[in-house]
């Protein structure tokens, strides 16, 4: 065995989560080894956020043209499109390597020593790869999540996880996708849109069943329109011959044939395969438990991100990075957001910050609900799009803002405005007395505080 | 002008009536802030009513020994600026307290009554998150201010930068930075000294200024006794009620009081004449939630083990309700006091005058004792009494107490006759 190295810093996991906090230990001129088996960037570069955006823009483009090419009311005229789908992926594959490469600079740049390899826990001071054995003072674990795997469907030739799923060789004419949540709904779509039949199969009654169904309703009605299949209430029993088995709710057992079937049903914490059972952590599930401060049980030892349970967000992974690091500089820190945005890339949109109706009834809070259709929205008219609304969640007794959420194309980035709002601790009043720049989506925002206050000015 | 109504307060004791004693002020007077406008009585208490105003009387509301019902007019007075024309509430004239200042009508005629509102460290309930934009937070955490304890300027509440700022000039913070979670308190809250509480006040002063206090402590073996209150519960609990030490103390005392009539006595110091009385009646101080009540059990000297129970638990409980009767609350010729489990080591009881005699009963403990040059664990408890000493002689008291304790041990002796 070589010599031990000494850092102050050492981060297992190159994510979101990882690499952030390297960086911000780097600036913090805290000595900092991260170790990375795969490649920087983790899930959320590589095989989740970003090339699953590349492929979803790569599908509304094709179905775009297609829809052109089959007479437009929008006058635009051309022939019919056809898909070459390794372009595609080439193309997709070409922003994932930018991006990637990018961390791998900027760790550079911040002096971060990047290690490639599997990284082994020996205690919680010393982590070995390979036989190169590490001693540190401080131990980041940032090793994310693994996709959830169904015993009856284990991934493989027509079977494929997300991963797969983002890098096809081609289009497949039948899809199913097991799983109604985002990330099954988002490449389900995709798919659709790149021209196959897909269903879905969602063991409870509705899709996207942690969210509710006011704010689902838009998204239902465009699958339909779409022509996806829904499933609601099927439960997957078994798979043979090119045949999803599937059982209704009334038991009975239904073959559907399909070429691929895409299993979507979660994902877990990654807390097998790198010894982590040698530091007995206090554990929460199936997720690392953790203080407000990224502590774990154990003294000097931080986790962050899908490995410390829900939300499983990159940018929450990249904000309590950024916390740990200032901690271990000898900040007085605390991970304390007012909210985590989530955000479904369906089509149309969806986001949620802060609390919904129910969870703010939940919280013992009286509620003024108000929501702003993008029916009555000129942006959304030049879009020609028209489904969807602005909600927002605020206290009666002195109108603060405690929640937003939004269907509706483009909606992601209203993201950033309802997060700010509630960071800011905005009331309805200053959320109606901003003004909004015309003709954009974001004046369902205004509106919708309007409204809530009684006096929407377009409604 | 405005006119400025006081109605009738309620006192808090549950009453419907209040007796009218005494007016201190006539049509035409003028008067002051706090300056006493008349006396009212119920059962318990004379209670002050004070003017919340400056202004002139302009009506009365009743005439000296009329009985008014609560919440009815008791005086105009005319005001400078717009009065309280429609409402006063009745706790207004009831609870003159500064920190509570009454309701804006009556504000311009307050000069000075206000109460700052306190610019202290503000603890929010429970796990209310403090409203604070990042930065603030971000900031907050740098100088070790836990922001829960900042008081909010912003709208809804919301912390500013200014308000970190000037809590953090305001030297709370240095309390902070020393990391500790307790907030100083300047704040402070007066309580008029009115009603029950001034009565006991008085009460006790009276008594520890005129009687010659001494207190004599001696500790007695309650085993046999408390075998014999379980014994008896067992038995006869579930018909009779449940025993508890107290009766079993009334009967003590009703025994040996029999050969030692000067200590079941009253002492007029005034007329110099001390009254013997055959009589038994004990007091038994309660505590209510107006403050210490002594009810009294008549003709303990007639009641038999039950009946003095029964007697003391309907007394303690009409005491605690305040719905004991005058009657019930006066005329001892002796008195009891016990905290029960909180009756500690030993006490010094302040004399109910004019009587000459408190007993005062402290926990029982299992104590190792030497009988018989065996330790054996006894079940053990302090009588703490004491006696007025201008009229009590500490040979008597003493051989008083042993004469009670000689029953209290031989718990036959008791009912023995």
Request: proline share 5%; with cysteine.
């Amino acid at each position: 065995m070589t010599q031990t190295l000494h850092t102050t810093l050492l981060i297992i996991g190159g994510g979101p989560g990882g690499y952030v906090a390297a960086i911000r230990a780097g600036q913090l001129g805290i000595p900092t080894i991260l170790v990375e088996g795969q490649a920087l960037g983790g899930t959320c570069l590589n095989i989740g956020c970003i090339p699953s955006k590349a492929l979803i823009h790569v599908a509304e483009q094709f179905q775009q043209t297609g829809h052109h090419s089959q007479g437009s009311v929008l006058g635009i005229e051309v022939a019919a499109p056809t898909l070459n789908i390794q372009k595609s992926v080439e193309w997709k594959d070409a922003i994932v390597d930018r991006l990637t490469t990018g961390v791998a600079a900027l760790l550079k740049k911040h002096k971060v020593q990047v290690i490639h390899g599997w990284a082994r826990v020996v205690d919680g001071k010393t982590v070995e790869v390979g036989d190169q054995r590490f001693q540190c003072e401080h131990l980041l674990l940032a090793t994310g999540s693994k996709s959830v795997n169904l015993p009856m469907l284990p991934i493989g030739g027509p079977i494929i996880s997300s991963t797969e799923a983002l890098s096809p060789q081609q289009v497949p004419k039948r899809l199913i996708v097991v799983g109604g949540g985002y990330i099954g709904l988002e490449l389900g779509i995709a798919y659709r849109k790149l021209g196959a039949a897909v269903s879905v199969v969602e063991a409870q009654d509705r899709i996207l069943p942690e969210y509710d169904a006011e704010l689902t309703q838009p998204v239902a009605d465009s699958l339909k329109q779409l022509g996806v299949t829904l499933y609601l209430q099927h439960s997957v029993t078994g798979f043979a011959d090119n045949r999803l088995q599937v059982r209704d709710p009334n038991g009975e057992t239904l073959s559907l044939d399909t070429d691929q079937v895409l299993v979507a049903v979660g994902r877990t914490p990654n807390t097998r395969g790198w010894n982590l059972e040698a530091l007995n952590l206090d554990m929460n599930g199936a997720a690392i438990n953790i203080d407000s401060r990224c502590q774990t049980s154990m003294r000097n030892v931080y986790a962050i991100g899908d490995l410390s349970g829900e939300p499983m967000l990159a940018h929450r992974a990249m904000a309590q990075g950024e916390m740990v690091a200032e901690l271990i500089s000898g900040k007085s820190r605390e991970f304390n957001p007012a909210a985590i945005p989530a955000v479904c890339f369906t089509d149309p949109e969806l986001v949620v910050v802060g609390k919904t109706p129910e969870q703010a009834t939940a919280a013992g809070l009286d509620c003024i609900v108000s929501s702003f259709p993008f029916a009555a929205n000129g942006r959304a008219m030049t879009l020609a799009s028209k489904s969807g609304f602005v909600r927002v969640v605020a206290r009666r007794d002195n109108h603060l803002i405690v929640g937003w959420q939004a269907v509706g194309v483009g909606v992601s980035e209203l993201s950033t405005a309802f997060g700010l709002s509630l960071e800011m601790g905005a009331r309805l009043e200053d959320v109606a007395g901003t003004i909004h720049a015309h003709p954009t989506l974001g004046e369902a925002v205004q509106e919708a505080a309007l409204r809530a206050l009684g006096h929407a000015l377009h409604l | 002008m405005g006119t400025h109504v006081i109605k009738m307060p309620d006192i808090g004791e549950g009453i419907a009536e209040v007796e009218l004693s005494a007016w201190h002020v006539k049509v035409g007077d003028r008067v002051v802030e706090d300056q006493v406008l008349a006396d009212v009585m119920t059962d318990k208490a004379m209670v002050d009513i004070p003017s919340p105003v400056h202004g002139k009387v302009i009506a009365l509301g009743g005439k000296p020994g009329e009985v008014m019902a609560v919440g009815s007019v008791l005086i105009s007075i005319e005001v400078e600026g717009a009065g309280n024309a429609k409402e006063v509430p009745a706790t207004a004239a009831s609870e003159p307290v500064p920190a509570a200042p009454v309701e804006a009508a009556a504000k311009p005629a307050l000069p000075v009554a206000q109460a700052k509102p306190a610019a202290a460290p503000v603890a929010r309930e429970g796990d209310e998150r403090p409203l604070a934009s990042p930065a603030v937070r971000k900031h907050a955490l740098d100088a070790g201010i836990q922001l829960r304890l900042v008081q909010g300027s912003g709208p809804a509440g919301r912390i500013l930068h200014e308000d970190l700022d000037a809590y953090l000039h305001q030297g709370s913070a240095k309390a902070c930075m020393a990391s500790t979670p307790y907030a100083e308190r300047h704040d402070e809250e007066q309580i008029p000294v009115i009603g029950m509480r001034r009565k006991i006040a008085q009460r006790m002063q009276d008594a520890t200024r005129r009687a010659a206090h001494f207190s004599y402590v001696e500790e007695i073996d309650v085993t046999a006794l408390d075998e014999l209150r379980v014994h008896l519960n067992e038995k006869h609990g579930a018909t009779r009620g449940k025993l508890t030490l107290l009766p079993f103390i009334v009967r003590a005392m009703v025994v040996a009081l029999r050969e030692f009539p000067q200590i079941n006595a009253r002492y007029d110091d005034e007329a110099q004449v001390i009254t013997r009385l055959g009589a038994v009646h004990v007091g038994v101080a309660t505590q209510s939630d107006v403050g210490l009540m002594v009810p009294v059990v008549r003709h303990a000297e007639a009641r038999s083990l039950w009946g003095s129970a029964e007697e003391i638990a309907r007394l303690a409980a009409a005491a605690r309700n305040s719905k004991a009767s005058r009657e019930e609350l006066s005329g001892s010729t002796i008195t009891l006091t016990s905290l029960g489990a909180l009756g500690g080591i030993v006490s010094t009881p302040v004399l109910n005058l004019p009587e000459v005699a408190i007993v005062g009963v402290n926990r029982i403990v299992e104590r190792p004792m030497v009988i018989k040059g065996q330790i054996v664990v006894r079940k053990m408890m302090n009588l703490s009494s004491s006696f007025d000493h201008r009229v009590v002689d500490g040979m008597d008291a003493a051989q008083f107490i042993q004469a009670i304790r000689g029953l209290l041990e031989q718990p036959a002796s008791l009912f023995l006759e």
